[in-house]
């Protein structure tokens, strides 16, 4: 039965945090500060996922062919390549590190 209250209360406090964000003035939005924070936000997020699923295992850290794959990608990135060969390519790095 505890599986089905904090399902419940996730999903309240997912809600709430929805609405408050609707809720906020126009125009707080509109400031410079508030715009820029809203821009750089979602990349700090992404970024910060992305160590932790690439480095992280547990309570360790690890370099493993995870970190492989995410520098093979971040080269087709600088490379110019489109988005989905970038992730064919840290596929195919990732899978062949982890055969070797």
């Given at each position: 039965?505890?599986t089905?209250i904090a399902?419940?209360?996730?999903a ?31 990349v700090?997020?992404l970024a ?9 295992d547990?309570?360790h850290?690890v ?7 995410l ?25 062949g590190?982890?055969?070797?």
């Open positions: 039965m505890t089905w399902i419940g209360v996730t309240a406090g997912c809600y709430l945090v929805k609405l408050l964000g609707l809720s906020v003035p126009a125009g707080v939005l509109e400031r410079p500060l508030v715009r820029r924070l809203a821009a750089l936000l979602p700090a997020l910060a996922l992305t160590a932790q699923q690439t480095f992280g547990g309570r850290l370099l493993d062919a995870r970190a492989a794959g520098g093979a990608a971040a080269l087709a990135l600088v490379l110019r390549a489109p988005f989905l060969v970038v992730v064919a390519v840290a596929v195919a790095v990732t899978a590190v982890r055969a070797l």
